[in-house]
């Protein structure tokens, strides 16, 4: 090529590279639309549905109360059986020992007269200071049936002792008594049995005691 013909040569050249950055940018915008044409096409992913999540079922606990037990009434056989040992060993302390009823030092020849209750069939002890007549216990047991509770609950209250009613429904008849002469008193009468405590001094004290020991009884008789 001569030196005339240079500035043809620059011009083809200059056109050449213009035709290729030409071809190049079509290529690109190519290569783009397809990709957003395929990014158009693909399909959107379905959504994933959620296990629900179980809910706790709560543990169910039987509870049964239970069942009320009948206490039966057994009549005691003599007097050592009529107080829990430890009673026994605190009214020893006291200088009070079982004189009187089966089982004790005298049995029934200490009393001049059958007790009500004994003559109800029941048993009647005496715990007391020997040849001291300053304090004693009288309690008895004695069973109670159809046949005699009506006139067991009548002698009671020809008594004009106090009357009451426990929450489990037994009769009790009583005095509080004094520290001079009258005696402290407490009777309990259920459909089974006759508990009585005589607590000689008598007074708020005695008589508080009396329904302590005829609930000791009650525990010693009924099981």
Do not use: H, K
């Not at 009393?111 to 200071?129: K, N, R």
């Amino acid at each position: 090529m001569g030196v005339g013909g240079a500035p043809t040569d620059r011009l083809e050249a200059a056109l050449l590279r213009s035709i290729m950055i030409a071809q190049r940018l079509l290529a690109g915008t190519a290569a783009l639309v397809l990709i957003g044409g395929l990014s158009a096409c693909a399909p959107e992913p379905e959504p994933v549905a959620e296990e629900p999540t179980p809910e706790p079922t709560p543990t169910v606990v039987e509870t049964t109360e239970p069942e009320p037990v009948d206490l039966a009434f057994t009549m005691p056989v003599d007097c050592t059986t009529i107080l829990p040992a430890a009673r026994v060993e605190a009214l020893a302390a006291q200088n009070l020992e079982l004189l009187g009823g089966p089982g004790s030092v005298y049995g029934n020849e200490y009393f001049f007269d059958p007790t009500p209750e004994q003559l109800a069939g029941g048993i009647s002890c005496v715990f007391a200071q020997d040849g001291v007549d300053l304090s004693s216990l009288l309690i008895s047991v004695a069973p109670v049936s159809p046949s005699n509770r009506a006139r067991i609950i009548d002698d009671l209250t020809a008594q004009s002792l106090n009357e009451a009613t426990t929450d489990s429904g037994a009769l009790t008849y009583g005095q509080q008594g004094d520290e001079s002469l009258a005696p402290a008193i407490y009777n309990v009468v259920t459909q089974e049995s006759w508990i009585s405590v005589i607590s000689s001094p008598g007074g708020p004290a005695f008589y508080e005691e009396a329904v302590v020991l005829a609930g000791e009884v009650a525990a010693q008789v009924y099981n």
